[in-house]
């Protein structure tokens, strides 16, 4: 039984920036990667960035150079960076993890319950 809570969504002019946050809690051991996705109206969820836990990163094509996802292990939390906001980064954003509860099994993944991004022009 694991949890992911997500903060820090809302509404931002184009080329304004917010902070996401996405943190786990419940029966964890270990976190391997975290990452995000997000769903535009009427879209399908597209993967956004990733992170394992030694910090190294992946970006979509479309926000690298303006997202920016790191985390904190002792917290277990992820958290992504957007800058340079444009109209259309609008959508729910996910947030996911990859857990081990147990010492014997592999891992497996959770989701966070989605923040609106509103990005207007």
């Known amino acids: 039984q694991v949890q992911l809570v997500e903060s820090g969504g809302g509404l931002v002019q184009a080329g304004g920036s917010l902070r996401l946050s996405c943190a786990a809690s419940g029966n964890i051991l270990s976190i391997d990667a975290m990452g995000w996705y997000r769903q535009a109206p009427g879209k399908q969820r597209e993967w956004v960035a990733h992170?394992?836990?030694?910090?190294?990163?992946n970006y979509a094509d479309h926000v690298r150079g303006r997202f920016t996802i790191s985390r904190d292990n002792a917290k277990n939390t992820v958290y992504l960076q957007m800058n340079s906001l444009k109209p259309e980064d609008t959508a729910v954003y996910y947030c996911?993890?990859?857990?081990?509860?147990?010492?014997?099994?592999?891992?497996?993944?959770?989701w966070g319950q989605g923040t609106q991004i509103t990005v207007s022009s």
């Open positions: 996911y993890a990859n857990v081990g509860t147990t010492y014997y099994s592999g891992l497996r993944s959770y």
């Open positions: 992170i394992i836990s030694s910090g190294s990163t």
